[in-house]
């Protein structure tokens, strides 16, 4: 069974950083390795959005919003999924799900972590 497990969210102030990581489960590296895969976010009363995504060549794109200040990267070896958030705005405030997928028609969730910005 895959699995994806986000961690790293928490509360920081504003201009603060944090590293979320996703772990996959349930699959081989080589097959994680074949894998495009997003963070995406989704803050209260609004539509779950794309904030960065990875292709399985290393191609990135992010949104605007997050240009500069977010980095995603992956471990094939590991089966990791990471974003790197620098410069927290109060409005990154959401939970952060990351997402993988196998094929465009099998995608693959995790639970999401909340990533809270106040002072």
């Known amino acids: 069974q895959v699995q994806l497990v986000e961690s790293g969210g928490g509360l920081v102030q504003p201009g603060g950083s944090l590293r979320l990581s996703c772990a996959a489960s349930?699959?081989?590296?080589?097959?994680?390795?074949?894998?495009?895969m997003g963070w995406y976010r989704q803050a209260p009363g609004k539509q779950r959005e794309l904030v960065a995504e990875?292709?399985?060549?290393?191609?990135?794109n992010y949104a605007d919003s997050v240009k500069g200040r977010f980095t995603i990267s992956r471990n094939g070896a590991e089966k990791m999924l990471y974003l790197q958030i620098n410069s927290l705005q109060p409005e990154d405030t959401a939970v952060y799900y990351c997402?993988?997928?196998?094929?465009?028609?099998?995608?693959?969730w995790g639970q999401g972590t909340q990533v809270t910005v106040s002072s």
């Open positions: 349930g699959i081989s590296g080589i097959a994680f390795r074949l894998w495009a």
């Open positions: 990875i292709t399985r060549s290393g191609s990135t």
């Open positions: 997402n993988g997928k196998a094929s465009p028609n099998v995608e693959y």
